[in-house]
């Protein structure tokens, strides 16, 4: 639980998507710990109400949503609720994305899965990015987070789509961080290692092991190692930083 950014972000408006677990989840609590309200979006719809109910009982100001990436209509409703909800937007961050290739060869994904991984990860991100644009310009202090994935930064095997999917993301971030900086619109991408968390469920213990034997922290990553990188890059104190991915590993990356 983050507890040393009080009012950090006091009276920002902020969505979250994929806040029903995981990341997700711990990016809402402690940005909503931090003065915000927030909105968490994902496509577990029973799920993102229970989590929402979880996080208001701590007296924090959240409410949730249903959100299916891979739906153009989705993203705009999810938007229209979101900006009822709130009256206006000052930060997204783009959390939600799904893996499905793992563990494959090049040679082992098939084409559905890989057309799946690009549409929710890379082309959802955009769409999500694209429809909070409006809100986000009438902040003045927009704030856009890309959750990226260090996996491109060294190659990941067995992981392709998935890997290539997080690579596109960096790269929207520094072409989006272009187009928007005139608006006083920030873009910045995350990039975690290996978080312990229900997504990371299937992944096999040699992968952890490497990830925490290859740290220069040599410990398993949690949830809140994340947390206080994006608190920073949608507070004030980053509004001159963007279109940088900022690895937050543990030190098992060093670009």
């Known amino acids: 639980m983050m507890t040393a950014f009080n009012n950090l972000l006091e009276g920002r408006r902020v969505l979250v998507t994929g806040g029903a677990r995981g990341l997700g989840y711990a990016f809402a609590q402690a940005i909503a710990q931090a003065g915000a309200r927030v909105v968490i979006a994902d496509v577990l719809a029973g799920r ?3 989590a929402a109910c979880e996080l208001s009982e701590l007296g924090l100001d959240v409410s949730g949503v249903t959100l299916d990436l891979a ?12 900006l009822m909800r709130l009256g206006g937007l000052d930060g997204l961050v783009n959390n ?19 057309d799946q991984v690009m549409q929710v990860n890379v082309r959802g991100t955009w769409l999500m990015t694209r429809a909070a644009l409006p ?10 987070i890309n959750l990226a994935s260090d996996t491109p930064l060294w190659g990941a ?4 789509a998935y890997v290539a999917s997080k690579g596109a993301v960096i790269a929207m971030t520094r072409s989006l961080a272009r187009e928007l900086g005139n608006a006083n619109i920030t873009v910045n991408a995350i990039a975690p ?4 968390v229900e997504a990371t469920a299937y992944v096999p213990e040699a992968r952890h092991r490497l990830y925490t034997e290859q740290r220069a922290i040599q410990r398993p990553q949690l949830p809140d190692d994340v947390s206080g990188a994006v608190l920073f890059a949608l507070s004030d104190l980053s509004r001159f930083i963007t279109g940088q991915t900022l690895p937050v590993n543990g030190g098992f990356v060093m670009p």
């Open 135 to 144: 809100a986000l310009r009438e902040s003045g202090r927009g704030a856009v």
């Open 71 to 82: 739906s153009p209509e989705s993203i705009d409703a999810c938007m229209e609720r979101t």
């Open 96 to 114: 939600a994305s799904i893996t499905n290739s793992g563990g494959k060869s090049c040679e082992e994904l098939d084409i559905e899965t890989w």
């Open 48 to 50: 993102v109400q229970q």
């Open 157 to 160: 095997p067995n992981l392709l």
């Open 193 to 196: 290692g290996l978080v312990l």
